[in-house]
């Protein structure tokens, strides 16, 4: 089969249809990107910290690049109510305690990321929405435009498939109300959950609207919302359908009408909801992550006609360094997954610390070789 541009590669697995490889992305925690590129030479600007990484858009360029992948992000509006710098209300030597532009108060590691522990949110009324919800406003201050538009316009030279960015409003309400209040509030107040889930879902269509107005047209959407944990999704196939998935369908509406496949990503066992995922529009899910039973070799049979798969690579086989380990993993994931012609290469989680750089280019290097279509 005649070589493909990243563009063409990705625009066909999202449709199901043989490409000449299986695409390559993936994400890295900060840590990672860090030492990898120290150790290749490109090291982030000393102003580049781990409160304000965005290593997306550097102007020595990303690994994304580095590593030849076949996608890049752009977009990622900031959705919190104010856009503020955190108010430090307590630290030590390991975490400080913040209070940030959504009157959440977290507990987030100083030197390493991880997820914050979750102490108190502010907005825990219907009234004290209703006092805020204003700020959350369509504004372009919202997008990180320096940034982005230098990523972007590489990526189009470089003719590699172009993602808007964004989250749903699951993700969204979470750093809001935190999940017990949200998730109470679904059986308590539902009238005030979706004026919620409603506004941010507009705010979120007016952003990705700005930013195609102002020329920074995508090929497909990735879109971020762990509503689910190792057991299970956070709430019944019954109430995602009725709280959650006429904003999802709104949103990947959006972008269907453009012609941008959906992919979808949400950490956790989604295999309860998943004919709901393809009903509200995704196209393929992210990252499919082991410890939570999702596994494409079994997904796959079931599931490859009408869905893709971004992940399910096991960085805790990758975290051994061990080259037959490693090496089997990754066979036996695209064996199972290529016959489908939905796959793309991913970590069934960020590339964690630990994962050497000879063992990540290993992964890469075996993906590029068994990858291939007759």
């Known amino acids: 089969m005649p070589l493909m541009t990243s563009k063409e590669r990705v625009t066909r697995v999202l449709a199901r ?7 390559i ?9 860090v030492e990898y590129r120290n150790q290749i030479g490109r090291p982030f600007p000393p102003e580049v910290n781990w409160n304000n990484a965005h290593p997306w858009s550097h102007a020595h360029g990303t690994l994304w690049e580095y590593f030849d992948m ?23 030597d390991d975490w400080f305690l913040q209070r940030d532009g959504n009157w959440a108060e977290l ?23 209703a006092e805020v919800k204003h700020l959350l406003a369509p504004i372009r201050e919202r997008v990180r435009w320096d940034e982005f538009w230098p990523v972007y316009r590489r990526a189009r030279e470089a003719n590699r498939f172009v993602c808007y960015g964004t989250v749903e409003v699951f993700e969204m309400i979470k750093d809001v109300l935190g999940h017990e209040i949200m998730l109470m509030a679904m059986m308590s107040d539902p009238e005030w959950i979706h004026d919620i889930f ?40 019954t109430h995602y359908r009725e709280f959650l998935q006429p904003y999802h369908k709104r949103l990947f509406d959006t972008f269907h009408k453009r012609g ?5 990503h949400s950490d956790g066992d989604i295999r309860m909801v998943l004919q709901d995922l393809i009903d509200s529009g995704v196209d393929a899910i992210n990252p499919l992550e082991n410890s939570a039973n999702m596994d494409v070799r079994e997904l796959a049979p079931l599931w490859g006609d009408r869905l893709g798969f971004v992940g399910n690579i096991d960085v805790k086989v990758l975290l ?15 064996r199972a997954a290529m016959p489908y012609h939905g796959y793309i290469y991913h970590s069934d989680h960020s ?11 290993l992964v890469l290097e075996e993906v590029r070789r068994i990858g291939r279509y007759e």
């Open 107 to 129: 507990r987030w590691w100083k030197h390493k990321m991880g997820t914050p522990e979750h102490i108190r949110f502010g907005i825990d009324t219907p009234d004290k929405w």
């Open 198 to 237: 409603d506004h941010y879902t507009t705010v979120a269509i007016k952003l990705f609207e700005m930013n195609e107005a102002e020329g920074m047209v995508c090929d497909g959407a990735f879109v971020y919302g762990d509503m689910a944990y190792k057991n299970g999704p956070f709430m019944s196939p």
């Open 351 to 361: 590339i964690p610390p630990g994962v050497t750089l000879d063992t990540y280019k």
């Open 17 to 23: 249809q043989q490409p000449d490889r299986v695409p």
């Open 260 to 264: 941008m496949p959906v992919m979808f």
């Open 25 to 33: 992305y993936d994400q890295f925690w900060f840590e990672v990107q």
């Open 70 to 92: 076949d996608m890049l992000q752009v977009g990622w509006p900031d959705y919190c109510l104010r856009m503020i710098p955190p108010e430090i209300l307590d630290e030590t």
């Open 320 to 334: 051994t360094n061990d080259r037959d380990k490693v090496l089997e993993e990754v066979r036996s994931k695209l």
